[in-house]
């Protein structure tokens, strides 16, 4: 396989090349009711708060981590320092990073009382978000901290979810398909963590560094709805746990995280590269969103997608068995490029081949989501952390257009 970095380079090339500029926003300060304002449903184009965190820029096609590109973080950085950059704003030195990871490892095992609950329920039947969302309540509970909602007591509590969701995601992975959990070891990295706790098998270099991009590239995403989500729930003082649980519900559905998998289930029923028109006419007149494209900020190519396209292409090299796949994504996309992308601005966006890279992986499909997730707990946690700080709750209106004077009719006269 090419050079991982040198694919991710050529990715940043394409993008500096294909991309335009996006108008700056402008503040009009505080609101006084009543307020005249175009927000569209979904809260379209509503400034929930300001940060210094991260930037989508959607016109541009651009994702910035506290200044430094997705590009270049996709390049040089690990998913423990992306985590520390998004938590303290800033590139840790080494010893801070030594520090950071001392404390990641000492967090990281799965409490036995948490694989006992995970066991407790039909697991085979549960979607592996369910059953995420499920122990990290229960881990709220284990911890006398979760309660103390200081910044520094939530920031603890940060680094402890950062630390944990990889061997909770695996111990789920490997649950579901009858097999005892195992509990991280050695010097293993998050990434490696993740996929040993999966497998149970010694990662290889390869994979290790597929994973460790893919976690960077996931970990942080601007007022996406699951982070919004963190946040809300957080901003009324409640605890990080129950905030984080919050975050999970959201991420699984399929207009959210949940897409990645439906990408793959999508690439399985059009079958072969053959039935991609066909089956591209039908969903369309059948009016069905294409998983895996499209963006409510993104106009432009999403910039995640650049680099996991061309790292689910040169997986195929040796992986066969993702080949066909790959092919039937590569056609769908340029169909839906050709036909929305200059009316409707629908491109590829950070789902759509993540899944080819999982499955030349080995990972099964249910696991994507909760991968995603393992990734944006840092985002989360960082943006619930920072908005604390000044913290104001969350408490937006809704414009009523229901009736005002309705007469109370007794239950026996309607
Ligand atoms: C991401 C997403 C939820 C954004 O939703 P949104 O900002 O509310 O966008 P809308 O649904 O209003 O879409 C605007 C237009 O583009 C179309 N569109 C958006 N995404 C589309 C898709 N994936 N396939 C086909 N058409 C799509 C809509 O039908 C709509 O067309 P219309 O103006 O004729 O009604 C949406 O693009 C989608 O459902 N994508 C598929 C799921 C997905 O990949 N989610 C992961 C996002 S990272």
């Known amino acids: ?71 270049d973080l996709a390049q040089f950085s690990t998913f423990e320092e992306t ?24 967090y990281r095992n799965v409490p036995a009382s948490v694989i006992q609950v995970l066991k407790e329920m039909p697991i085979k039947d549960t979607h592996p978000m369910s059953a995420l969302r499920t122990a990290v309540s229960f881990l709220g509970n284990l911890d006398g901290t979760a309660d103390d909602t200081s910044v520094e007591a939530e920031r603890e509590v940060s680094i402890k979810l950062i630390a944990l969701f990889p061997a909770l995601a695996g111990a789920v992975a490997r649950l579901r398909k009858g097999q005892e959990p195992v509990q991280p070891k050695g010097d293993h990295t998050l990434a490696q963590t993740l996929l040993y706790t999966m497998t149970g098998k010694e990662p290889d270099e390869l994979n290790a560094r597929l994973m460790d991009i893919n976690l960077i590239l996931h970990a942080d995403h601007g007022m996406n709805a699951s982070t919004f989500t963190t946040m809300v729930c957080n901003s009324s003082l409640s605890d990080m746990y129950g905030s984080v649980v919050a975050g999970i519900a959201s991420l699984k559905g399929p207009l959210h995280g949940g897409a990645n998998e439906q990408v793959l289930y999508t690439l399985e029923e059009i079958g072969s590269e053959g039935n991609v028109e066909p089956w591209y006419e039908k969903a369309r007149a059948e009016k069905r969103k294409i998983m895996g494209m499209g963006h409510r900020v993104y106009k432009a190519y999403d910039p995640r997608a650049r680099i996991l396209g061309p790292l689910a292409a040169a997986l195929c090299e040796d992986h066969p068995e993702v080949a066909e796949i790959y092919k039937i ?48 707990v840092s985002g989360w946690t960082a943006r619930a952390l920072e908005y604390l700080e000044t913290n104001r709750i969350f408490r937006p209106r809704a414009i009523y257009t229901g009736p005002v004077a309705a007469e109370y009719v007794p239950i026996e006269k309607r």
């Open 83 to 106: 985590s520390y950059l998004l938590l303290y704003g800033k590139l840790p030195t080494s010893s801070e990073l030594a520090a950071f990871d001392k404390k990641l490892k000492e």
């Open 1 to 71: 396989m090419q050079e991982i970095r040198d694919l991710v380079r050529a990715a940043a090339e394409k993008a500096r090349q294909e991309t335009s500029e996006e108008p700056e926003p402008k503040f009009t300060g505080t609101v006084e009711f009543p307020v005249d304002c175009a927000v569209g449903r979904g809260l379209e184009g509503a400034i929930a708060t300001d940060t210094k965190i991260g930037y989508v820029n959607g016109t541009k096609g651009w994702l910035v981590y506290r200044g430094y590109e997705i590009f």
């Open 329 to 376: 994504a590569v056609k769908l996309e340029k169909i839906v490029t050709d036909q929305l992308g200059a009316e409707k601005k629908i491109f590829p966006n950070v789902d759509y081949y993540s899944g080819i890279v999982y499955r030349a992986m080995g990972i099964e499909t249910a696991m994507f989501t909760p991968i995603f997730a393992v990734s944006r």
